[in-house]
């Protein structure tokens, strides 16, 4: 009931690059060239931080008594959803962006091995950047607890998350 940890984002993106770079090391042993990696993944990367964070502040609005409109259960359950999903998916994305640059430093002084390097190195920050909206989205999505809230030993933690 504590929602996605960092801790668990952490291993995620590690086992995601290990994962990768070998992957990308065995294409390369067997005579494949590895993915070109261009401005143009930026944007959904970009696009889907921004729909997390706008989705999540909305739900936060109201939790805090700024908003107006009541959001669904069902929504605010979705919020949820995909603030954990974009955590654990920019995670792993970092991971495989990381590997991605890492295969490419060793030939660094080669202008296209570079610019490989630069847009792996930029489309993981953009990953991590993705991550942190994720893990800021469940963190704004946790109802507080109130002075109705009591431990009757249920098993739930006051202050759960959003419908959840």
């Not at 984002?9 to 294409?27: I, Y």
């Not at 669904?72 to 920019?90: H, I, K, W």
């Not at 190195?121 to 507080?144: D, M, N, T, Y």
């Amino acid at each position: 009931m504590d929602g996605v940890r960092v801790r668990t984002g952490v291993v995620v993106a590690v086992l995601a690059g290990m994962a990768s770079w070998l992957l990308l090391q065995v294409v390369r042993s067997l005579g494949g060239a590895y993915p070109v990696i261009s401005w143009l993944g930026l944007v959904p990367l970009v696009a889907v931080t921004l729909l997390v964070l706008v989705m999540c502040r909305q739900i936060r609005r109201y939790l805090q008594g700024r908003g107006t409109l009541r959001p669904s259960p069902q929504r605010g359950r979705g919020t949820l959803v995909g603030a954990q999903a974009a955590a654990l998916g920019g995670a792993a994305l970092l991971g495989w962006y990381a590997a991605n640059a890492l295969v490419h430093l060793p030939n660094a002084d080669v202008p296209s091995e570079r610019v490989q390097l630069v847009w792996g190195v930029v489309h993981a920050v953009a990953a991590l950047a993705l991550a942190a909206a994720g893990f800021v989205g469940q963190a704004w999505c946790r109802i507080p607890p109130t002075e109705h809230d009591d431990d009757d030993d249920d098993g739930v933690a006051d202050g759960d998350l959003a419908y959840g």
